[in-house]
């Protein structure tokens, strides 16, 4: 997925079916082709696209390890009371 966050992000939201994160970030990444000619400020907008979609990726990779985390300690904490009443 990270190939996707960095070289296509309008295409990783789509797939993720944010939509209307996809077209914000697919008119963003337009902006930033169409002002290549000025090349700092396309690579600045561009950035932000690809900040855009990297903090999102992040911010679920991080749920998804803490709920499989939370997962994993209530076993323990079940298996741990279970343990303790025999």
């Not at 190939?3 to 993720?16: A, D, G, N, Q, T």
């Not at 396309?42 to 932000?48: V, Y």
């Not at 696209?49 to 997962?71: M, S």
Request: proline share 5%; with cysteine.
């Amino acid at each position: 997925m990270w190939f996707l966050v960095i070289f296509c992000p309008p295409l990783y939201f789509f797939l993720r079916g944010r939509w209307f994160a996809g077209i914000i970030n697919f008119c963003v990444c337009a902006v930033a082709f169409a002002l290549i000619p000025i090349l700092p400020v396309a690579i600045l907008i561009g950035a932000i696209a690809v900040g855009h979609a990297a903090i999102d990726y992040g911010r679920r990779e991080r749920t998804k390890f803490a709920k499989e985390q939370a997962r994993e300690f209530a076993k323990e904490l079940k298996a741990a009371q279970g343990s303790q009443g025999k």
